[in-house]
């Protein structure tokens, strides 16, 4: 019986092998908008090949990033390649030969949506195939936005996207089919996500783009998204260590030096001082790596925790030591216990109310 049912499993193993083979016209969570599928009837179909080279330069606090991309764009154009391969030699065409046959032949034209500045290409190359079909690949750089609204950093995850939109044809004339979507080659050493961040996930999407230059035509856009997560390891030894360190020192100043002795006086304000200018350094240092966001996160969050930690014990300090000077030794002695004692029941608290808030 297990025979039989193994037998029964590979089989379906296979048929579901060969259906994913013959349908590689759609990639994996491939994901296509109902007016898409609507405008394409009866549309060209180019297909696009897309593989994320590099992602750098994140600027979280700037709402940037930096992106080199392979594009390539794939037709069938039977009247166009007859003419073209009997008139060049060679299959494959750059540099202003290429231009040139571009401005003579039918191909599509994209933008990349919502850059920041003009796309840098690096090159193109135009193909001719034996099937009667043209590519045309392009490999360029270009500055994306980054939607930063991300409460739980250094936690959660940031979505980055990539869309390209049809140029000079409608989605009526023409359509994008995104085929196939990866970051990074097979064989390729260098790390295509640069610096502290790890990808989590990555799809294609299709749909439809309005624009301002035209009431009645639609154009086909095709999106290449990557979920990417920072780096815990990271943020633990760059904001956290630091961060808890300082409000540690704090409350073990106030615990281990008591000001019923004269030489703890200075010693103690002077240290607090010290602490809180050390988290306006520490804030100041980590600007680039913290996003800029009209709500509080929770860096934000445990950076108003450690300073107002430390300004309560530096106010109380200057308070009990001036009860002390002036001889007021049991209403110092009790305010001391208790701040020691409270300030860090506090400290905690407030970080546990954060992350309710934030998680």
Known sequence: MKFLISIILCFFSIGALASSITEHSKPLNYKESEEAKHLDKGSK??????????????????????????????????????????DFAEHTITGDKMHEVLEHTWHPEFIVKAEIEPRSTLFRTLHLNKDNSIELFEKFET????????????????????????????????????????IGHEEQDTPVLVGNWSLIKHYADKKVSHRL?????????????????????????????????????SLFL??????????????????QLTLL???????????????????????DLMFLIA??????????????????????????????????????????VSIGASCYVVF
């Not at 044809?169 to 995104?178: I, N, R, S, Y």
């Not at 000001?259 to 304000?269: G, L």
């Not at 109380?316 to 409270?342: C, F, H, P």
């Open 45 to 86: 179909h180019v297909k696009v090949y897309a593989v994320i080279d590099r992602i750098f330069e994140i600027d979280i606090n700037e709402g940037t990033f930096k992106i080199e991309a392979e594009l390539l764009l794939k037709w069938r154009n039977n009247k166009d390649i007859k003419r073209l391969k009997s």
């Open 143 to 182: 500055t994306l936005p980054i939607n930063t609204d991300i409460r739980e950093y250094p936690f959660g995850t940031l979505q980055l996207h990539m869309d390209i939109v049809a140029f000079t044809h409608d989605a009526k004339e023409m359509t994008f089919d995104p085929v196939m979507f990866e």
């Open 213 to 249: 230059s035209t009431t009645d035509q639609m154009y086909t856009q095709n999106g290449f998204h990557f979920i990417i997560q920072h780096d815990f390891n990271d943020a633990l030894q760059k904001i956290f260590f630091p961060l808890g360190g300082v409000v540690l020192i």
């Open 254 to 271: 106030n615990l281990f030096s008591s000001m019923r002795h004269k030489e703890n006086i200075e010693a103690r304000v002077m240290g």
């Open 277 to 299: 200018l050390t988290i306006f350094a520490l804030k100041f240092t980590l600007a680039g790596e913290i996003p800029a966001t009209h709500y509080l996160n929770l860096i």
């Open 307 to 348: 300073t107002g930690a430390i300004i309560i014990n530096l106010f109380s300090s200057m308070a009990v030591s001036e009860w002390y000077l002036e001889g007021k030794l049991e209403l110092a002695q009790k305010w001391e216990r208790i701040l020691d004692r409270t300030t860090p029941i506090l400290v905690l």
